[in-house]
């Protein structure tokens, strides 16, 4: 299904974050190339924050493509 929706909606796997509150969610994603990160009802700003810097605070930073 991952697989599915990210090629019709043109999205890179590999370079992508499945954020899930059950252990199946974590795996799909690691089984479709993204990275995967379990949501354990702790703060989800936590989370959000530790994702955005170690995946994608390079591309922000970086306005020259």
Do not use: C, P
Not at 13 to 18: A, I
Not at 29 to 41: D, M, S
């Amino acid at each position: 299904l991952l697989i599915n929706l990210a090629q019709k909606w043109r999205i890179d796997l590999n370079g992508s974050v499945m954020i899930g509150d059950r252990i199946s969610d974590v795996e799909a994603g690691h089984r479709a190339g993204a990275y995967g990160y379990l949501f354990t009802q702790n703060s989800l700003d936590d989370l959000a924050k530790h994702v955005i810097s170690t995946h994608f605070s390079a591309k922000i930073g970086n306005t020259n493509g």
